[in-house]
């Protein structure tokens, strides 16, 4: 490589003339060393606030509590960067962008719209690419929503369930949040897309706050 430490360490055999290069060889291999950590002391205990806990937070702590740790205990803010604005029309729709539509028209159908009173919200919305291309992923979208929301009927049939109230102490800590999904033989949770660790994740968590 052009920056390696061997071209300026008197080698006669491998020599440059390349200024911009000498304080690159000066960090080569830093990244080689073993890595400071992040901590080098106990934590304190954490301050009463922290012990109300709500179920969302409580859900997104284990999510990613490397995360938590950065925001919650030690003030650090990640930056993740803004993304850069789209320069032509997508005609297609990502993995995220695709779940949010899926998951707006499910939430529209069992309020009770109809089906082209759905497309007119989610084209106002620019959730759909224009034209013919948007008119596919709406019909594919809608079929999609209508089988699961027949199947979600049977075992969930009304959208408009009063959530319960948790509040639990729990030791020191106190936990706080509300379910919503609650029917007369217990609480639903349900998703439109595939299956994630992280859904197995927040059932099992509302699982614990209910029983």
Request: overall charge negative.
């Amino acid at each position: 490589q052009a920056f390696s430490r061997r071209y300026f360490t008197g080698d006669q055999r491998l020599f440059s003339y390349a200024r911009e290069w000498i304080e690159a060889s000066h960090q080569a291999g830093r990244g080689e060393l073993d890595a400071a950590p992040l901590l080098t002391s106990e934590l304190s205990e954490p301050e009463p606030a922290l012990r109300w806990v709500t179920l969302e937070n409580l859900t997104r702590f284990f999510r990613n509590p490397a995360r938590w740790l950065l925001r919650e205990r030690l003030g650090i803010q990640v930056d993740e960067g803004e993304e850069a604005l789209e320069t032509r029309e997508p005609f297609v729709l990502d993995g995220l962008e695709n779940y949010q539509l899926l998951e707006r028209m499910l939430d529209l159908h069992r309020e009770g719209q109809s089906v082209p009173a759905i497309e007119t919200i989610m084209r106002a919305s620019g959730a759909l690419p224009h034209g013919q291309v948007g008119e596919c992923l709406f019909a594919e979208a809608s079929d999609r929503v209508v089988r699961f929301a027949g199947r979600l009927g049977r075992v969930f049939p009304r959208r408009d369930t009063e959530p319960l109230e948790v509040d639990l102490t729990l030791g020191d800590f106190r936990l706080t949040g509300r379910l919503a999904g609650m029917t007369a033989t217990g609480w639903v949770g349900y998703r439109l897309a595939k299956i994630k660790a992280a859904d197995y994740l927040n059932l099992w968590l509302h699982h614990l706050a209910l029983n």
